[in-house]
């Protein structure tokens, strides 16, 4: 009997231990998951206002149009004025000898507060694209005479037929033929712009390619994957000729205005783009 007595105290300080041991566990665990779920909670707190300051970051939209003035310049001018939003245009100056209704729609451009004119070469490179830059101070000459005859108040530039930039920090070439003259510009005092997006159009009937909404979405895409030259910064390449008709340039309204209307989004002048 008192060996039974025995084994069953035994068992009991055993079952005791055993249930203060679980306890114990059982506490500190209790003790650590507050502790666990603040780290977590901090970091997703964190996250998000990471993610929160980089979206509410202001993004900055370049719109450039290139080869004016053409068949498009008045809708283009009129659109901007209305809508009240700063864009560049790079022009052309052979376009003038068409007629007076080019040089009229290169005055409008001259005339309107919220367009900067930039030099898009006198003669376009003949559209020859390899045999004008295969000479660059011939090139370079091209550009010199359309400044001088358009009176150019500034040194903004972009070459026909190329994606290239000359910024004070930065050189990128898209292909070999015209780095030259890109270079010599440069050493001129020039800035040379090429493209983050092209809103690309039919090259027979120059009807836009891309849609309104196909825009807004790459627009989107390339800020969020930051696959601009500069982060938070955007320029787009258009053409005048791509808004010959009130449909077309309907469209050019409707991508400034959900632009706007997104809230996020500042329209500004290649001149005060970050170096």
């Given at each position: 009997?008192?060996?039974?007595?025995?084994?069953?105290?035994?068992?009991?300080?055993?079952?005791?231990?055993?249930?203060?041991?679980n306890?114990?566990?059982?506490?500190?665990?209790c003790?650590?998951?507050?502790?666990?779920?603040?780290?977590?909670?901090?970091d997703?707190?964190?996250?998000?206002?990471?993610?929160?300051k980089?979206?509410?970051?202001?993004?900055?939209?370049?719109?450039?149009?290139?080869?004016?003035?053409?068949?498009?310049?008045?809708?283009?001018?009129?659109?901007?004025?209305?809508?009240?939003?700063?864009?560049?245009?790079?022009?052309?100056?052979?376009?003038?000898?068409?007629?007076?209704?080019?040089?009229?729609?290169?005055?409008?451009?001259?005339?309107?507060?919220?367009?900067?004119?930039?030099?898009?070469?006198?003669?376009?490179?003949?559209?020859?694209?390899?045999?004008?830059?295969?000479?660059?101070?011939?090139?370079?000459?091209?550009?010199?005479?359309?400044?001088?005859?358009?009176?150019?108040?500034?040194?903004?530039?972009?070459?026909?037929?190329?994606?290239?930039?000359r910024?004070?920090?930065?050189s990128?070439?898209?292909?070999?033929?015209?780095?030259?003259?890109?270079?010599?510009?440069?050493?001129?005092?020039?800035?040379?712009?090429?493209?983050?997006?092209?809103?690309?159009?039919?090259?027979?009937?120059?009807?836009?390619?891309?849609?309104?909404?196909?825009?807004?979405?790459?627009?989107?895409?390339?800020?969020?994957?930051?696959?601009?030259?500069?982060?938070?910064?955007?320029?787009?390449?258009?053409?005048?000729?791509?808004?010959?008709?009130?449909?077309?340039?309907?469209?050019?309204?409707?991508?400034?205005?959900?632009?706007?209307?997104?809230?996020?989004?500042?329209?500004?002048?290649?001149?005060?783009?970050?170096?």
């Amino acid at each position: 009997m008192i060996r039974q007595l025995g084994g069953w105290m035994k068992m009991g300080i055993a079952i005791n231990n055993a249930k203060i041991k679980n306890t114990g566990i059982f506490l500190a665990i209790c003790l650590l998951i507050p502790f666990a779920s603040i780290s977590w909670a901090d970091d997703v707190a964190v996250s998000n206002t990471i993610k929160g300051k980089a979206d509410s970051a202001p993004k900055f939209i370049y719109l450039t149009f290139d080869d004016g003035p053409l068949k498009g310049s008045n809708d283009v001018s009129e659109a901007v004025e209305l809508e009240k939003i700063k864009i560049n245009v790079f022009v052309v100056g052979s376009h003038l000898k068409a007629g007076p209704r080019m040089r009229g729609y290169f005055e409008l451009y001259t005339k309107n507060p919220y367009i900067e004119i930039g030099n898009h070469s006198y003669s376009h490179a003949h559209d020859s694209y390899s045999l004008f830059y295969s000479k660059p101070e011939l090139a370079y000459d091209d550009f010199l005479y359309n400044a001088d005859i358009l009176k150019l108040k500034n040194k903004l530039a972009r070459l026909p037929g190329r994606n290239m930039w000359r910024l004070k920090n930065r050189s990128i070439d898209d292909v070999k033929s015209g780095s030259k003259t890109a270079d010599l510009l440069y050493s001129k005092g020039y800035t040379v712009f090429g493209w983050d997006l092209e809103w690309r159009h039919d090259r027979i009937t120059a009807v836009p390619v891309q849609t309104v909404e196909d825009m807004v979405y790459l627009i989107d895409t390339m800020f969020a994957k930051k696959k601009t030259v500069t982060e938070n910064h955007i320029v787009i390449l258009c053409h005048d000729e791509m808004f010959m008709t009130s449909w077309e340039e309907s469209k050019l309204k409707e991508l400034i205005e959900k632009l706007i209307a997104s809230g996020n989004f500042r329209f500004e002048h290649l001149s005060n783009y970050p170096q």
